[in-house]
């Protein structure tokens, strides 16, 4: 039995820290005081003759108004001490701890006898996509099954291989811009052929098959598929006559899947073996990572 799992809870939430910085400002006030003189000078009601003593007495303390005046030095004010600003620590965020990720129950895609196994999916918006080798009775097909809704049901499954071959091995891809969709699979007939379909309405229906790898002597498996927007690229290991290399063989469509260049061996390893592949698309780059092992 083939089962998927959905989750809708992200796996953890961070939160960047900030620090917070406060500037203190000080107003400085600077107060200057300058002593000011004066003095005063009293007349009393006397004779005429005592106006000369009344003078001199004024004479007099202007002499000593001035001498005073003279011998005087003006303080200068002490300037007004700057207040250290006292720096103002910086609060240590509390870290928020990550949420604990949780699934749906698993929905069934296949429940027929036999064993369902290999599955793959791809996604676009709200709609999945699942593919995955269906052996029952002798016979190994390519069964496909989508959903519209966000996980909680698939559709009955189909059967793109229709049972007229020993089909395995499948995978999947959807064009997030049109939602078209892609499955690519190994066939073996005659020879063993690296297959695929596209669907241009989000897996309702699927167009007809092509063939990857041609020829009498075609030995390939294990195909795995990435697309973006109407550039579609395939790699898939293929076996050498010999029956022992294996080689990363890559082909690559620029108008959706109508039409595939030649395959180009991009491993290059005579004498090893390039096996489990992986690609990936963004726009016209394409990345392929495979394992690269010796024989032994």
Not at 78 to 107: A, C, H, M, R, W
Not at 190 to 212: C, D, M, Q, W
Not at 214 to 240: C, H, I, K, M, Q
Request: glycine content about 8%.
């Amino acid at each position: 039995m083939i089962v998927i799992l959905g989750t809708t809870t992200p796996m953890a939430v961070l939160k960047q820290p900030h620090a917070y910085a406060q500037r203190q400002h000080s107003n400085l006030l600077n107060l200057c005081f300058r002593p000011g003189l004066c003095r005063q000078s009293n007349l009393d009601q006397g004779t005429t003759g005592n106006d000369n003593q009344i003078t001199g007495f004024a004479d007099q303390s202007d002499n000593i108004q001035q001498s005073t005046t003279a011998n005087r030095t003006v303080p200068t004010p002490s300037p007004t001490p700057i207040p250290t600003p006292t720096p103002t620590p910086t609060p240590t965020p509390t870290p928020t701890p990550p949420l604990q990720p949780s699934f749906s129950n698993p929905v069934p895609l296949d429940n027929s006898p036999g064993d369902q196994t290999d599955p793959h999916i791809a996604s676009a918006g709200s709609s999945i996509f699942a593919v995955w080798t269906s052996q029952v009775n002798g016979l190994s097909d390519i069964s496909f099954s989508r959903n519209t809704d966000g996980g909680a049901t698939f559709s009955n499954p189909i059967l793109l291989s229709n049972g007229a071959s020993f089909s395995f091995r499948p995978d999947v891809a959807v064009d997030k811009n049109n939602n078209n969709v892609y499955v690519v699979w190994t066939r073996v007939t005659t020879a063993s052929e690296i297959v695929i379909e596209k669907s241009t309405n989000g897996g309702v229906s699927f167009g007809p098959l092509v063939v990857l790898n041609p020829g009498p002597l075609t030995n390939g498996r294990a195909g795995v598929v990435a697309v973006d927007r109407n550039r579609v690229f395939v790699t898939w290991e293929d076996v050498s006559p010999n029956g022992i290399d294996l080689e990363t063989l890559f082909a690559a469509s620029t108008d959706g899947g109508a039409n595939f260049s030649n395959p180009i061996n991009i491993s290059n390893n005579p004498g090893r073996v390039s096996r489990n592949l992986s690609i990936a698309a963004f726009g016209s780059n394409v990345y392929v990572a495979w394992q690269d092992c010796d024989q032994t």
